[in-house]
Every structure is written in C-alpha cells, then in structure tokens.
C-alpha cells in the first residue's frame, strides 16, 4: 500500500515527528510504502515563531503553498492519504474537501485543540488567516479520525466522525532512555522543562514558585529551561537554553525532576501530557498541573505528582529535591508506564491499523 503523509513541520517539528515519523519503519517493516511531505520547509521553519520577516514569511508560504497544491496530486496516485493536523495552515479546509468530493480515503490525526482560536504571539499578524471552524468538517469528512486524548475524540464524535481511534503521542523507549549515571553526589539537582516558544508563555506565572525553590533548597535546585526564552532578568539559578533536534534526549537526560506548569482553559485540556511522557521515558518524577490528560495520567504519589497551586507546587519540588530515593522509586515506576503504554512498540500496531481500516472503509 502506499501512503501519503501530509504534515504541517519538517522534522524538527515535534508533533509530527512524535506521531507520524517514528511509525514509518514499523510499515515499511510490512512492505508500504511511505511518502511525507511537511508543509513548511525548513527556510521556512527557520524563522515561523521569529518576530517579524513577514515579508520572508509571506514568501515562503507562497513557495509552501505551489508544492501543497502539488502533493493533492501526487495523493491521487496513493492509496490512503494521512493527514496530521491539517493539509494547509490558513483558509478553509480546501484540501480536505476536494478529497472528500473525490471519494479518496484520508486519516485525519489531530494532538491539540486546534479547533479553538490560537496564533503563536510572533505570528498575530496573521491570525485573521486562519479558520480553525475547518476542523469540524475535516473530521467528519475523514474515514479515521486519530485523536491523542479522550478530550479531542469527544470534540471528533460530536463533529460527526465515521470512526474514532484515540492514540497518545508516544515515545521510542528504545532511544529515550534514563541517564546511566546522573552526575556525581554534591551536584545540583536540575529541575527541567522542555517545550517551544510558543508554550514558554506559560513559565511566566511561574516565576515566584522558581524563586521560592531555589531559596528555600539553599541552592541545591537549579531550573533548566529548554526551548524557550524568558523575558527580562532571571532568578539566579534559572537557565534558558536553546532546543535542537540533536541535543534533545541529552538534554532530558540532564534532568533530575520534570515540570510541566500550564492553566486549566479550554486549549490546554486538549494536550496530551507529551512533556510528562518524555520525562517519565527518562526515568524522572513528572510534577505536571492537573489538567486534562496529566489528571489521567498521572498517580498522585505513584509515577508523578499534580500539585494544584503555588505552595503545592513548592512542597512537592522541595521534597523531591531532599530525597534521591522518592525521585528515584517515582522515576522508575513512570517509566514502566510508558514502557507498557506509552511506547511506540505498544502503540504501532494500532496505528497500522487504523491506516488499514481506512483505506478498506
């Protein structure tokens, strides 16, 4: 069989490398063949979340929209079409539509709540471009929907998709693996977080628990921010470093303890608790906001924790921070969990699946 996948970002894009990009070997592994095209190019990636370039950036869309418009052609000559996110960024969902008046089978595979309004800040220029009201029609008109959490196939079923298949993001627990030895006794306990620039937005609020840690553990905790940069001075003991696809799994590796702060609105209940996965891949506690998937996630206590508030939030970091056993016994029991379900190798099958079925009707 051959498959065409249509994906918004080239492979520095976390959301499509983590649920299309490292299925692929699994079906080549039973003969299809498989064929990605990333809307954006990497020119184009390179400055999307900069401020400004908005000449270069309406360039750039325009030489990303010609080579779109080509793929609808070249998916006429494949057998299943999967569609992550969305075939275009901006306008209704033309793409999608022409498929569904052709009667040309697609898989529609979605991770966020992108059915709301919601522009990355260096791109607000741009916002009156989307439609995000598209997303409706390209679930109801998919022969799958895939979505990454329960809160995002309820939003599918009331749009009226035909079949549903709920998927978490994943990771390959063959390669994202714990540190064999996490630095020698006396060293800083590094408390981390990973994300994008768009998703930093939600380390603001968290300034004071940061400042309150670092003080209170006398030094001990430091925090590592991976991915985004903070406005304006710091807390001493809070380091902004850049992400690259290279230094990822090092990075996650450097951390003793994982975070994942973020409000409780209607955007962020459709995350599917990634950062919390990564962590626990690793080996380390998740301390994650109990919102959306995180609360089904995560066991109090058991593989992570969920404080509700600032002073939650201090208690459990400070108390994780004094006692290697605790991150150690919670480390270890998050990444059983993620080994039994939440690995590529427990989920690929259903994935194949899902293509299969779409293809069949």
Not at 43 to 50: E, H, K, N, S, V
Request: aromatic share 12%.
């Amino acid at each position: 069989m051959r498959i065409l996948f249509l994906v918004p970002y080239p492979r520095q894009g976390a959301s499509n490398r983590f649920r299309v990009l490292q299925f692929l070997p699994s079906l080549e592994a039973e003969g299809h063949e498989c064929l990605v095209r990333p809307f954006y190019s990497e020119a184009f990636w390179r400055i999307l979340y900069r401020r400004g370039h908005y000449l270069e950036k309406l360039f750039q869309g325009f030489i990303c929209t010609l080579n779109r418009m080509l793929d609808f052609f070249r998916g006429l000559s494949c057998d299943v079409i999967f569609i992550h996110r969305e075939a275009y960024p901006i306008g209704p969902a033309w793409f999608e539509s022409a498929l569904h008046l052709l009667g040309k089978p697609y898989v529609y595979d979605f991770d966020d709540a992108i059915f709301l309004p919601n522009v990355a800040r260096p791109n607000r220029p741009f916002a009156r471009l989307k439609c995000p009201g598209k997303i409706r029609f390209i679930a109801r008109w998919s022969r799958v929907t895939i979505a990454g959490n329960e809160y995002l196939a309820e939003f599918a079923r009331n749009a009226g998709a035909q079949r549903i298949e709920v998927l978490p993001t994943v990771v390959d627990a063959r390669r994202m693996i714990p540190q064999a030895v996490k630095g020698v006794k006396g060293d800083q306990i590094v408390i981390g977080w990973i994300g994008s620039p768009t998703t930093i937005e939600f380390m603001e609020s968290f300034r004071p628990v940061m400042k309150r840690v670092i003080e209170l553990s006398q030094g001990k905790a430091c925090f590592r921010l991976v991915g985004g940069e903070l406005p304006g001075p710091l807390p001493e003991g809070v380091n902004c470093v850049p992400w690259s696809l290279e230094t990822e799994l090092a990075e996650l590796q450097k951390f003793d303890i994982g975070i994942m702060p973020m409000p409780d609105n209607e955007w962020t209940r459709g995350k599917c608790a990634f950062k919390a996965i990564e962590y626990m891949a690793v080996g380390i506690p998740a301390v994650v906001s109990p919102v959306g998937m995180n609360s089904q996630l995560i066991e109090e206590g058991v593989n992570g924790f969920l404080p509700d508030d600032d002073d939650d939030w201090v208690e459990v970091l400070c108390r994780l921070v004094q006692d290697e056993n605790l991150r150690s016994c919670i480390g270890s029991a998050g990444r059983k969990l993620v080994e039994r379900s939440f690995s590529v190798e427990a989920v690929a099958p259903r994935f194949i699946k899902a293509i299969l079925e779409a293809r069949t009707g």
